[in-house]
């Protein structure tokens, strides 16, 4: 007889997940496309392209992600290397590792997270975007602010 584990109480007990969904559990490799209709918590290693457009992808605290994410939600607790375009939010949690560029209209970066890349917070349907894809407008550098004219102080009173 084979004894299937519950892991609806893993997931549950683990912070940064949302209770229910599919487990890649640590000792998985997957190498190439994912593709799902429920949330989803990676322990395991995953190469290659992600899509949950509709729904949340955590990377848990032993998560090795190297792919392109397209998610509702991306909760970051472990470490991915690719770009991430969500239509809700990104979270890096502390210990958590981002290095690419993220698209989403709000990203939270907690104290003791790493990211290296670029963000674009453009908001759901905002004009520049293609398909999920950040115009080159929002590639280019920020205008130059001049700098403000010197403070004249006077004492008031005596």
Known sequence: M????????????????????????????I???????????IEGQVEGKIELRDHTLTVGQNGRVKAQVF????VILGELVGNINASETVDIRDKGSVDGD????RVAIADGAHFRGSIDMQR???AGT????PSTASTTAPPAISPAPPLELRR???
Not at 102 to 105: D, R
């Open 130 to 133: 293609k398909a999920g894809v």
């Open 31 to 41: 190498k190439g496309e994912l593709d799902g209709s429920e949330d989803l918590t």
């Open 102 to 105: 993220i698209v989403a209209p």
């Open 2 to 29: 084979v004894m299937v584990p519950e892991i609806r109480n893993p997931i549950e007990s683990r912070p940064g997940t949302t209770g229910g969904g599919a487990l890649i559990g640590r000792s998985v490799v």
């Open 156 to 158: 008031v009173g005596a």
């Open 71 to 74: 998610a509702k939600a991306v």
């Open 124 to 126: 759901k349907g905002a």
